[in-house]
């Protein structure tokens, strides 16, 4: 059972570029969470999806980042116009559809962002 | 909103020797307390959690505690392995109205001396 999975693992944008992370969730898992860690701090909520639907985007710049999960595929984070301050590590986690949300979290590996 | 602090910020033990690391919440709303275990290049890894209504939880050589009315709780690893090298970090649940939103601490850096 592959755990969660991300790529890519690096990305490298000059600023003004987009950036698209992606993120495929634990099999059976339908809650996708994505977080942001920057050196030497702990991760930041950024966004909570399940398939089709943002539940809570509180934790995500309101300009620029926008965040899906569509009915087939992977999830993605997308950052238009990168600027230096986003690089960061961006990580995902899921999480099964029963139970109490947000708990059990399993992360994946992380895609670290490196805006030029 | 929920703040969590941890400490120490970096330790280092002898191997075979104990580590603790503390952490303190502020939302007493907060009922779920997971600690995660990251490795150089990789995603956190959930190693151990505790519900509060539960005061300590062991698995194997790792535990933990807490203290509902201090609002703390506390990661103890108990002999200790280079292996344990890693950066951990704590978690809480969020205010009741966002109990999906983890909250984590800054880190503290494990290095086991072997």
């Known amino acids: 059972n592959a755990g969660v999975m991300q790529n890519p693992r690096h990305l490298v944008r000059r600023r003004g570029q987009e950036a698209r992370l992606r993120c495929s969730p634990m099999k059976g898992h339908s809650h996708v969470y994505w977080y942001r860690q920057l050196p030497e701090e702990g991760l930041k909520f950024m966004v909570y999806?399940?398939?089709?639907?943002?539940?809570?985007e509180s934790g995500m710049p309101k300009e620029r980042f926008s965040a899906e999960f569509p009915k087939e595929g992977p999830s993605i984070l997308r950052i238009q116009q990168v600027v230096r301050g986003d690089s960061a590590a961006y990580f995902c986690?899921?999480?099964?559809?029963?139970?109490?949300?947000?708990?059990?979290?399993?992360f994946g590996s992380g895609t670290q962002l490196s805006v030029l | 909103g929920e703040n969590v602090e941890q400490h120490p910020s970096t330790l280092s033990v002898q191997e075979g020797d104990s580590a603790v690391i503390k952490c303190t919440y502020s939302d007493s709303a907060s009922n779920y307390f997971p600690w995660y275990k990251q490795e150089l290049g990789k995603g956190p890894q959930l190693i151990i959690d505790?519900?509060?209504?539960?005061g300590e939880k062991k698995d194997q050589r790792i535990a933990v505690t807490l203290n509902k009315t201090a609002k703390h709780f506390s990661l103890h690893i108990t002999e200790t392995q280079p292996e344990d090298s890693a950066v951990y970090f704590c978690?809480?649940?969020?205010?009741?109205?966002?109990?999906?939103?983890?909250?984590f601490g800054s880190g503290t850096r494990l290095l086991v001396r072997p």
């Open positions: 986690a899921s999480s099964p559809p029963t139970g109490v949300a947000n708990e059990k979290l399993f």
């Open positions: 978690a809480a649940v969020g205010a009741r109205d966002s109990s999906y939103k983890l909250i």
């Open positions: 999806l399940q398939k089709e639907n943002i539940i809570d």
């Open positions: 505790i519900r509060s209504n539960v």
